[in-house]
């Protein structure tokens, strides 16, 4: 018998390699970014960024942007803004609820046609993605 069928998580670790190559938990290609770029250059941009900054963790008295918990804010050219964020921890006590209060903070946008917010694991969230401005205010600088 080989070592695939007497070990099951092998054979499914196997298995999923297969299926799973052009998904995003492929490997991940060399100088290919963890987080996916933001829309940085779109007019709307900057307006956003400020409303997730009116957003706070109520456990950490820095606002959610300088954090570093907003990963990526995607704007296509009819208004529809695509965010993806984390969290300090997957067990945070308000998971549930921090997607809603940026999806309000930020709808009300002039040109904001569409909020979607989404909580990603990966990369995990680290003191290193903190504004300089946040290490400052808590005192890590």
Sequence with gaps: MDSASTNPYKKSQEFKKDVDMTSETAPLMEGTPLIKPSTTDHPLYDAICEACRTVHDPEIPVNIFDLGLIYTIEINADGAVDILMSLTAP?????????????????????????????????QWGMDMMSDEARLELGFM
């Design 91 to 123: 067990g945070c006590p308000v998971a549930g609820e921090m997607p809603g209060w940026v999806e309000e903070a930020v709808e009300p946008i002039p040109g904001v046609q569409s909020v979607s917010v989404s909580l990603v694991w990966e990369p």
